[in-house]
């Protein structure tokens, strides 16, 4: 396991963009897949995107599909989340994760908080 810690929320007006980072304690990270999620108030914590070790493979949930950009910096232990056309839907408490695939996560951060208003 790594801890991770997460940074970069804050308030947003629709439109505008936001980016996150995902700091890990570890070197292991690099051998990690990465994940966000987030969980908005009175749902159930829904997949953003995910990256593998080498950054080869991305997926990304249907809601943010061509608004949101993962990446990662190995060199760094960090991972990204780049947030562009926000919208007031994507106001939630966001998560990244770490674990050996994109399915299995076995490392969570504490969350930052994410809100867009109209």
């Known amino acids: 396991q790594v801890q991770l810690v997460e940074s970069g929320g804050g308030l947003v007006q629709a439109g505008g963009s936001l980016r996150l980072s995902c700091a890990a304690s570890?070197?292991?990270?690099?051998?990690?897949?990465m994940g966000w999620f987030r969980q908005a108030p009175g749902k159930e914590r829904e997949f953003v995107a995910s990256v593998n070790w080498n950054g080869d493979t991305i997926y990304y949930g249907d809601s943010v599909k061509g608004r949101f950009t993962i990446s990662r910096d190995n060199a760094k232990n960090t991972g990204y989340l780049q947030m562009d056309s926000l919208k007031p839907e994507d106001t939630a408490v966001y998560y990244c994760?770490?674990?050996?695939?994109?399915?299995?996560?076995?490392?969570w951060g504490q969350g930052t908080q994410v809100t867009v208003s109209s």
């Open positions: 994760a770490a674990g050996w695939s994109t399915r299995t996560y076995n490392s």
């Open positions: 570890a070197r292991i990270f690099s051998s990690y897949a």
